[in-house]
C-alpha cells in the first residue's frame, strides 16, 4: 500500500532546528516531485519547498529561503526538512507530499500531489 510516514516534529524555542523526515513506501521515488506543506491555525496550508528527485531541481517558498533545506537520501527513499532558526511563525503542522508531475511554475499546486502524509505538529515558542 502506497503510503507516506512524516515524522520528526516536536515543540521548540524561537531559534532552534527541528529536522523532519518524511519515509516513502510502495511509491516510486525517482523521478517525482516531493514536497513540504504547512497549514498554521486558521490559515490555508500553503507550500514550503519542493524537489523533483530526477534532477534534484529544488524550490522554496519565500518565507523560508535560507534557513530550510529539503533533502533526500534515495537508497531509503527518504526526504527530510532541514529547519533552522526557526521562529514562532512556523508553527504548523506539516505534510509531505508526492505527484509524479506539476506545472512549470506551480510548484505547490496541490492537486498535483497524489500522495500525502498524516503530518507532523511543529511548534516554535517565542
Known amino acids: 500500500q502506497a503510503q507516506l510516514d512524516d515524522s520528526g516534529g516536536g515543540s521548540v524555542q524561537a531559534g532552534g532546528s527541528l529536522r523532519l ?4 513506501s ?16 486558521g490559515k490555508e496550508r500553503e507550500g514550503v519547498t ?6 534534484n531541481t529544488e524550490y522554496y517558498a519565500d518565507s523560508v529561503k535560507g534557513r ?18 526557526l521562529a514562532p511563525e512556523d508553527t504548523a ?5 508526492a505527484g509524479p508531475s506539476v506545472r512549470d511554475g506551480h510548484w505547490f499546486e496541490e492537486s498535483k500531489y497524489i500522495y ?8 516554535v515558542s517565542a
Not at 93 to 97: G, I, S, V
Not at 116 to 123: E, L, P
Open 68 to 85: 530550510f533545506t529539503v533533502s533526500q537520501d534515495k537508497s531509503t527513499n527518504t526526504l527530510y526538512l532541514q529547519m533552522n532558526s
Open 116 to 123: 500525502w502524509g498524516q503530518g507532523t505538529q511543529v511548534v
Open 93 to 97: 503542522m506539516y505534510y509531505c507530499a
Open 21 to 24: 523526515s518524511c519515509a516513502a
Open 26 to 41: 510502495e511509491i516510486p521515488y525517482s523521478r517525482y516531485w516531493w514536497g513540504w506543506f504547512r497549514q498554521a491555525p
Open 50 to 55: 519542493v524537489i523533483y528527485t530526477g534532477t
